[in-house]
């Protein structure tokens, strides 16, 4: 560029100097000079001079060196002007060639983070990327990294090349070999700097250990946080993480999972020791969830939907200062359950063995939670079905315990007393034997029965769901026929509750059944033997949507009830009793 500026200065000052020596060489010129680059309105030629005298060759020379002085000013002005140009167009032209290279850069930057959920993202030696990112994973970088390499639940390995930006685990190691511009960092697991790594940033390791060659270089802080007071060795963990829990199975097979394995014996030895303690419980639970499985099932499911709707009612009773000591109470025997739960599925399952063996030595329940936790260990290790078998005997073992002593609480109760006949018809039964000599009168139509809730045994949860559905169906065959000729009005777009509620409603004040509960033999009565009149049904209908606003559990609640009610029963002071056969009820 110097080279270009003192050519155009020189080129100035000889152009001025040819501007200046330009008269004195027009007048010494036979010829005038040529016009062609002057203004194109030019002046008029001027007349011809008169010929000069011949002179000697020497002073050809100098007219020859001066005509060539005199074109040199108009050649350079145009080199100038090219060189002008020149020198103006080079550096934008550098601007946009960086420019563009900026962008294409950009452009192959963008784009190329290596992000994985639930696998392991690995760079190669060589290649590039914008980030390295795994969750439930490991990153793995050998080659140039713009900004991060990050792993949650999984380790991070940085085994050359460099990191722009941080090396960061989760639940994870952290392993570096090459140069990282940030931080290395490690939350709840290990650090290991190899001998050419070059730390240009703090290096933080929360609860694990770090590992430093003496080679490697760190230029800024090491913080070493511990946790309850020490360090830990993470990497086992790390692998129960990578090799369990990502497979949602509580064992793996693996050579670091051996503290598992230890746990879980360890738990099983618990369980033969508790059933050892108390073994009639765990086979009278073990019974029950044989003799009536729909009932244990129903159970369970019940304790696991009303468990927050106990920790709610509890937290209401905070304000009286009662909560504060219900809720430990409730919880801790809520646990102290659910282990025996798990206790009593063991057994179960073991009992589907020892069963076969007849009544020896190996029926007692010890044998049955050993062969059923030995079992129940292998199907740990399957994936998916493993965490899938570890929920379901906790919930099935807790209802089935809560079962068991619902049903506990029931034996333990005065049996009722059992209903005699009236006087009258006493007093009528003992004159017709004492009078059998006497004339009998003649035979009349015998009464129709009398359908009390005293004398009549009361429907169950299943035939009452039955009569449901037959009265669903019915209902919804009759809005699909009318949902044609008033849509508007018999549409099942929320009318359809309603429009049933109010079909239950008028079946029950006039005929004190539906058509479900006609084919079914069942019919609503109230507890005072009166007539259900219309208040009693509106009332009735009210509750079943109570009932039915708790997942149901209104309409459950027959299957536990001593009363065989439901809470919109409860609330109306009615039952459904189950009819003799041949009973008219329409």
């Not at 110097?2 to 036979?30: C, D, I, M, W, Y």
């Not at 009005?489 to 005929?511: D, R």
């Amino acid at each position: 560029m110097k080279t270009v500026r003192h050519l155009s200065s020189f080129l100035f000052l000889l152009l001025t100097l040819g501007l200046t020596l330009g008269p004195v060489t027009h007048a010494q010129e036979n010829t005038p000079a040529p016009v062609a680059l002057e203004s194109p309105h030019a002046p008029a030629e001027a007349p011809a001079t008169p010929p000069l005298p011949a002179e000697p060759e020497s002073t050809a020379a100098p007219e020859a060196g001066t005509a060539e002085v005199a074109d040199a000013p108009v050649a350079a002005e145009g080199e100038m002007r090219e060189l002008g140009s020149t020198e103006g167009q080079e550096p934008a032209v550098a601007e946009e060639q960086d420019s563009d290279s900026e962008q294409q850069h950009s452009r192959r930057r963008q784009g190329n983070e290596r992000v994985s959920f639930g696998s392991d993202s690995i760079l190669a030696a060589g290649d590039e990327a914008e980030a390295v990112i795994s969750i439930l994973g490991s990153s793995t970088s050998a080659g140039k990294v713009q900004e991060a390499v990050v792993s949650v639940l999984g380790s991070s390995r940085v085994t050359g090349g460099t990191v722009g930006d941080s090396v960061v685990s989760v639940m994870g190691n952290t392993y570096v070999n090459g140069h990282v511009q940030g931080e290395v960092v490690a939350v709840l697991g290990n650090i290991e700097l190899g001998p050419e790594a070059i730390v240009d940033g703090e290096m933080v390791c929360v609860g694990g250990q770090i590992t430093r060659d003496p080679k490697a270089v760190v230029r800024g802080n090491v913080q070493n946080i511990a946790v309850a007071g020490r360090h830990f060795d993470f990497s086992a963990l790390t692998t129960w993480f990578t090799e369990c829990v990502l497979y949602a199975r509580p064992l793996a097979f693996h050579r670091d999972l051996f503290w598992a394995w230890m746990v879980a014996a360890g738990f099983l030895g618990f369980y033969v020791l508790i059933a050892l303690l108390a073994p009639g419980g765990v086979v009278k639970c073990a019974e029950t969830l044989e003799q009536r499985p729909g009932s244990s099932l129903l159970a369970a499911l019940l304790t696991l939907l009303l468990t927050p709707v106990a920790y709610i009612l509890l937290a209401l009773l905070c304000f009286i200062a009662i909560g504060f000591v219900l809720i430990p109470v409730f919880s801790l025997g809520l646990f102290l359950a659910a282990i025996f739960g798990k206790i009593v599925m063991l057994a179960w399952l073991g009992r589907r063995f020892t069963k076969l063996l007849g009544d020896g030595p190996l029926a007692h329940p010890v044998f049955g939670v050993l062969i059923g936790g030995t079992i129940v260990l292998g199907l740990y290790t399957v994936p998916v079905l493993g965490f899938i078998t570890y929920k379901l005997l906790g919930i099935l073992g807790l209802g089935v315990v809560v079962y068991t002593i619902i049903r506990q609480i029931e034996a333990s109760r005065p049996p009722k007393p059992v209903a005699v006949p009236a006087p009258a018809a006493r007093d009528q039964m003992v004159a017709g034997l004492a009078g059998s000599t006497e004339a009998m009168p003649p035979p009349v139509s015998a009464a129709p029965p009398v359908i009390s809730a005293v004398t009549l045994p009361r429907a169950g949860f299943w035939i009452r769901i039955a009569a449901t559905l037959l009265d669903v169906v019915l209902v919804g065959i009759l809005f699909g026929l009318l949902e044609g000729m008033l849509g508007w009005l018999f549409s099942f777009g929320g009318a359809f509750p309603l429009w049933f509620a109010v079909y239950n409603v008028a079946m029950w004040a006039t005929k004190g059944t539906t058509i479900g509960g006609i084919v079914c033999g069942l019919k609503v009565v109230r507890l005072d033997d009166r007539p259900l009149d219309w208040s009693v049904a509106v009332v009735r209908a009210l509750g079943a949507f109570l009932s039915l606003a708790v997942a149901g559990l209104g309409f459950i609640w027959v299957a536990f009830d001593d009363e065989k009610q439901s809470w919109h029963d409860k609330i109306a002071g009615t039952t459904i009793v189950k009819v003799p056969k041949g009973t008219a009820l329409l």
